[in-house]
């Protein structure tokens, strides 16, 4: 509902008792909004640009419950605009067309600026994104994209070029703190309901809100319509303020379960898989059991951490201890052979083993370093002793000729002789750790080095 000059009132009227609760305390200005003090603090560029009703084309990105769409009318209002809203989940081009033709008319017949809200925008496929961009550009619309996906990889950088990110961060303790006291007072005044909170329950709810103030606010009101219900009070009793006590016990029955943050194509999945590498990584097993658990609790694939696992053996641990690649080999094969009860558990074992091996990633380090070496000298030739002799063309040409067979060396090494073009002649690029097996490798390349050595001494004595 919008007033003449362009606010929107958000007063209570009759017809808003049958909004949510999180709908009826939606902030109307900066002044009551809560959270984001990164980018809203006083003086901050965003919050200049909204009171300034100068606020161009953005993007928020966060998680859910933490003002996006409150943001957009915020910014609508301030603006003097209108706000249409679409929704990438059910709408598509012939929507998207529709609300440009309706902004254009609002500008030639009511001299009115639009402020296109698009949630969830990451939805969008590339040829949905680029119907925004012409309009953008022209001024037709003020663009206002919400997403909890990272903007960088979901949407296009011609999207990106034309509106700042910003990231909005879950909402603090006190945060949610403040939002509860405001529907407190809201429902005293509005539903002459005096809302107590026993014991640890406020601490409960604000635990389970996790940082989402709409969550919170729908979990208090589903606790009060349930213990309205509880009370059998009549309509005479109701004229006096009920009392409605929230207990803990009464919060647990009516949140339920907490669903876990996770989802398998978004940035959740990847925060806990990388908290988890890092980890393992780390020689911490509580912590990767920790983060494993979390996995599986957001119902992730168990498998996919057997294959990070067999990743970190490689990358991190290598050889210093080569066991770990086939630990998570086996790891991976219990989970197939006997299914996800006692194959979770391997792959558990294997983490543990993991996060306590010793760590290297000196293979890691030097494969990195070949492949940019072979890139950058790939012109130059094997050298002819190293060439394999085919026929009696290539055997007349001098392939294969001078080649030392370490088999017939003494040791099985042929000192001295070099096996990568003359022009690298002298490259190292696996520098063994002193940790682990990796240590007596270091003793052996170190050994051959000292071979090599005398066998040129010797050379060119």
Not at 45 to 55: D, M, S, V
Not at 142 to 159: C, H, K, R, S, V
Request: net charge neutral; with cysteine.
């Amino acid at each position: 509902m919008t007033s003449g000059n362009g606010t929107l009132d958000l007063t209570f009227t009759a017809d808003q008792q049958f909004q949510p609760l999180a709908a009826q305390l939606r902030p109307n200005t900066l002044a009551e909004y809560v959270g984001q003090e990164h980018i809203l603090a006083p003086g901050m560029p965003l919050t200049q640009a909204i009171e300034q009703g100068k606020c161009q084309s953005v993007i928020f990105w966060g998680p859910p419950g933490t003002g996006k769409t409150t943001l957009a009318e915020i910014i609508a209002s301030h603006a003097d605009a209108e706000i249409a809203r679409v929704s990438a989940v059910t709408s598509g081009i012939k929507e998207i067309r529709a609300e440009i033709e309706n902004a254009k008319q609002r500008i030639i017949h009511q001299q009115k600026r639009t402020v296109l809200f698009v949630d969830e925008v990451h939805r969008f496929n590339k040829s949905q994104q680029d119907a925004f961009l012409p309009h953008i550009e022209d001024g037709t619309i003020i663009f206002i994209g919400a997403t909890t996906e990272n903007p960088a990889f979901e949407l296009n950088q011609a999207i990106l070029s034309r509106a700042r990110v910003f990231t909005l961060k879950k909402l603090t303790t006190q945060n949610l703190e403040n939002v509860l006291i405001r529907a407190i007072n809201h429902i005293a005044e509005t539903q002459q309901i005096n809302v107590k909170l026993q014991g640890k329950s406020k601490a409960q709810l604000i635990a389970i809100a996790d940082g989402d103030a709409r969550r919170l606010l729908n979990l208090v009101e589903t606790c009060i319509t349930f213990a309205d219900k509880d009370s059998n009070a009549t309509s005479a009793t109701k004229e006096k303020n009920q009392e409605v006590v929230l207990t803990e016990q009464r919060i647990a029955e009516v949140a339920g379960s907490k669903v876990a943050l996770y989802d398998k194509n978004g940035d959740a999945f990847y925060d806990l898989i990388s908290a988890f590498h890092k980890s393992v990584r780390g020689s911490d097993p509580d912590a990767a059991l920790y983060w494993y658990a979390r996995i599986l609790a957001g119902g992730g694939d168990a498998l996919y951490v057997a294959r990070r696992l067999l990743a970190i053996a490689s990358e991190d641990i290598g050889n210093a201890d080569p066991r770990a690649m086939q630990l998570a080999i086996n790891a991976w094969d219990t989970f197939q052979r006997v299914g996800p009860s006692e194959g979770e558990r391997a792959i558990a074992q294997a983490t543990v083993y993991m996060a306590l091996a010793p760590k290297s990633n000196a293979v890691y380090v030097a494969f990195k370093q070949a492949k940019v070496l072979a890139a950058q000298t790939s012109h130059l030739d094997v050298p002819f002793h190293l060439k394999n002799a085919t026929s009696q063309i290539t055997k007349n040409l001098g392939h294969g000729q001078e080649y030392r067979y370490a088999h017939d060396e003494v040791n099985a090494f042929a000192a001295g002789e070099c096996y990568f073009p003359e022009e690298l002649a002298q490259t190292y690029l696996y520098h063994p750790t002193e940790r682990g097996l990796e240590k007596q490798l270091k003793e052996k390349q170190n050994y051959l080095a000292q071979l090599n050595r005398q066998s040129d001494e010797q050379r060119y004595k």
